[in-house]
Structure formats: structure tokens, C-alpha cells
DNA sequence: GAATCAAGTTTCCAATTGGGTACTACGTTA
DNA sequence: TAACGTAGTACCCAATTGGAAACTTGATTC
């Protein structure tokens, strides 16, 4: 605990994990990738997700700075979520992970 | 159930997760990139990972044939594990994470 | 005056994940 | 003959995660 050089053990996949780790982070950025979306929009893009689990993982992405929350004030509410330049810096981690899920659906069933 | 398209409409991100995903994948193929690995050598390298986890994701990069377990017929038991030519494919997204997860380390605390 | 809409929140319950401990195999060393 | 070491398994219990459904808000439409 005294140490200087615990930040430099720490294995840099589990600091990201830390962040976007999960079964849903990454899912939810990538969508942010082609532009800006509402609620609703990203709850039916991600077929499995529910409201709740939605709602936690973007508060958490938002405490985190990666995406932008834009409440409208109007009703029906309107909130928008945005990639935030933060967020845009992970952009290399996603195509990365979406290259190799294209490929590997092609390689497996 | 009967289109053609249920593949194409699938998420690559949401493949890559669905091989990959969770706490401790990742971070066991990241270990095995400098080289071979025994399984106590892993087990002593991720320092909040249990045997019984340790087993277990094993077992599953294995069938998803991401490593090669070899086990030696001597005692006490030597059993090695090794990234295969499938698994290195996943070298860019573990080199992406890493150095998302080294520069964010620098920018947060 | 009832229904609708978006974007949630709340509550409760089920399933999955994960941890602790004990046990195993068996050849080698003390 | 007792202990050691590696690579596990087996079993049980606790904690965390995740899902379903109902409830909320307040202006607008039927």
C-alpha cells in the first residue's frame, strides 16, 4: 500500500475493463458511434436490454465522461446521448472489436 | 426465424463480447501474449482470480479453441497454456485495449 | 376526462456469479 | 511414513446481477 509503483502493476486491459467492461458498455458506445441517439432509440437497437439496465449503464458512462446526457425540456421528455471527445478515443477499442466479430461470425456459425 | 439476413442484423460488437466478454477473458489472453503460461503462474499474475474461475474460463477459451492446454504426464502436475493462431487474431483488440487503458490511467487517477 | 407519449424510477424476485474450504492424485523428497 | 507440490474438483453458501411489471410526470390529443 506504501508503494510507488502500484499504478504501473496494474494491468492497463483491466483498467479498461473498469470503464467499459460488461456486457453492455461497449454494445451501447457503439451505437453512439453513428451519431447521437434518444432513449428509446437505443433501447429498441439493443434487443435484449431493459429500461433499467439501460439507465444504469448510461448514467455510468456519463459519470465517467464518455457520453454527454442533453435533457430537452418538453413533454414527452426528450433526452439525447452523445459520444463525448472522451468517448471518441475509445472509437480504435470498438473497431477493433467489431472487426474481429465480423470476421469471426464469418469464421464460426 | 426464417430470414436470410439474422446473421448480418447480429451486433459484431455484441459477437466479439459473446467470446470474449466478461471479467476475466481478456485479461487471461493478455497474460498469454508474452508467452506460455502455466496455470499457478496465471493464477498468481491475476491476483483477485479464484482456481474454481480460473478453471473455468480456461476451459471455455479452449473450446472456443482461443488457447492450447498441454498437459504433461508427470508429477507434480505441469499443465501449459498457450495463445493459438486463432487466439493471436484477437492480438489487435487486446493491443487497442491496452493502450486505451494505459492512456487513461494517465488522464484519470 | 381518459389515453398517450418519453424517459425514466421503484419494488420485488430469480438467476447467475463468485468465494471458501476441503478433497484428490501420485511421484519425490526428507 | 509423512509432508510437499501442481493442477485441479466438488460442494455449499453469499453476493451481485439482471429481469418483469407497475408507477410517475405533465402537456397534448381523442
Known sequence: MSGLDENVLVCPVETTLSVVGGKWKAIILWRLVSGTKRFNE???????ITRKMLTEQLRELERDNLIIRTVYQQVPPKVEYTLSDYGRTFLPVMQAMAQWGFVHRERNG
Do not use: D, E, G, K
Not at 437505443?42 to 435484449?48: G, H, V
Open 42 to 48: 437505443l433501447q429498441r437497437s439493443i434487443s435484449q
